[in-house]
């Protein structure tokens, strides 16, 4: 059974940085991709970042281009993203997915194996 565990959120001033994490175990398959998506209070689930294993290439959400960058180390089955120059509206819980086979528009509903997720609170 696939477990994706995320760590690294917190509470940072705007224009700060964190690192969140996340490790993957109990993986049957090579995925396709791994992503972070986060989630507002009230709002839907929201594609951030994602990084498909076997060549890296990345994908970014408009409003984090610039701020954020996603990588991956698949030695140790962990994904990460950085980051930077944080603002209010980047607070919501980060979730970190898995999918095993080839994505198109990189919505929640593509990603079929997920994290517990890890709350990123931004102030001003």
């Known amino acids: 059974q696939v477990q994706l565990v995320e760590s690294g959120g917190g509470l940072v001033q705007a224009g700060g940085s964190l690192t969140l994490s996340c490790v993957a175990s109990?993986?049957?398959?090579?995925?396709?991709?791994m992503a972070w998506f986060r989630q507002a209070d009230g709002k839907e689930r929201d594609f951030v970042a994602a990084?498909?294993?076997?060549?890296?290439?990345?994908y970014y959400t408009d409003s984090v281009k610039g701020r954020f960058t996603i990588s991956r180390d698949s030695a140790k089955n962990a994904m990460y993203l950085q980051m930077n120059d944080l603002k209010i509206e980047d607070t919501a819980v980060y979730y970190c997915?898995?999918?095993?086979?080839?994505?198109?528009?990189?919505?929640?509903?593509?990603?079929?194996?997920w994290g517990q997720g890890t709350q990123v609170t931004v102030s001003s």
């Open positions: 997915a898995a999918e095993e086979f080839p994505v198109r528009n990189f919505h929640y509903t593509d990603f079929g194996s």
């Open positions: 109990g993986l049957s398959f090579t995925p396709y991709a």
């Open positions: 990084i498909t294993w076997l060549d890296g290439t990345t």
